[in-house]
């Protein structure tokens, strides 16, 4: 079964550091998110991509964080200076898209951003 | 004002036995979905089950059906015969179609099934 595979599952990183979470969606899907979750918090809305080019961003994606498809399948989620705050756990999720309802977004098993 | 509630941060239900897990929502669009997910404790989003505005039916997916009641705005999940493995965090989740690329999460109900 087609599933989206994130990379690395656990990265520890020095706050001022950049660092870039690596995502491969489903290979026939065409929307793109990330989601993040701090430890114990709900899972929050960062950026939808669409098309190359970033369809919707919530208040939390600010200018330290950037997405992008350097190629057909890798989609990356940049954060430049890493803050204390942004320890979480990082989703990317891919669907069919087209804006229906009921397409139903599939998850990656996250990676876990610490910073120090 | 909150798009997704979930009332419940902890449930407790013994093995064997049914459990509903409660979820209002708060939409003006006529058209959404609502999506439940699962996070065990080793941090994946599990997909459930998917409910329709416009369905006329509750969806069922095996054990789990979502009690639907469109003029409350509530989607509740219930699970039918929990089993241990099924401890874990719950979300419950929408889409509207004026967002229709993005999910909007509730705080999520920590299940716990005791032997």
């Not at chain 1, 079964?1 to 706050?15: I, N, R």
């Not at chain 1, 899907?29 to 989601?35: C, I, K, S, V």
Request: with cysteine; charged share 20%.
């Amino acid at each position: 079964e087609p599933e989206v595979t994130q990379t690395p599952s656990h990265q520890v990183t020095q706050m001022g550091q950049e660092v870039i979470l690596r995502c491969v969606p489903i290979s026939n899907h065409l929307y793109f998110y990330w989601y993040r979750q701090i430890l114990g918090q709900k899972v929050e809305f960062l950026v939808s991509f669409y098309n190359n080019e970033i369809s919707e961003k919530s208040e939390i994606f600010d200018d330290q964080f950037s997405v992008e498809r350097p190629d057909g399948s890798n989609f990356t989620l940049k954060i430049r200076s890493t803050k204390l705050e942004d320890s979480a756990m990082y989703f990317c999720a891919s669907s069919e898209g087209q804006g229906k309802v009921n397409t139903e977004a599939f998850f990656g098993q996250g990676t876990r951003l610490t910073v120090v | 004002a909150q798009k997704i509630t979930q009332t419940q941060p902890g449930m407790f239900v013994q093995e064997k036995e049914a459990v509903t897990l409660d979820c209002t929502y708060d939409t003006s669009d006529p058209s959404y979905g609502l999506f439940w997910y699962k996070q065990p404790s080793s941090g994946e989003m599990i997909f459930l089950i998917y409910q329709g505005s416009y369905d006329q039916q509750n969806a069922t997916e095996g054990r789990y059906s979502l009690n639907f009641q469109k003029a409350r705005k509530s989607a509740n999940l219930v699970i039918s015969a929990s089993q241990l493995g099924d401890s874990a965090m719950y979300f419950c989740a929408m889409r509207e179609v004026g967002s229709a690329r993005q999910l909007t999460f509730g705080s999520g109900t920590q299940l716990t099934v005791l032997p």
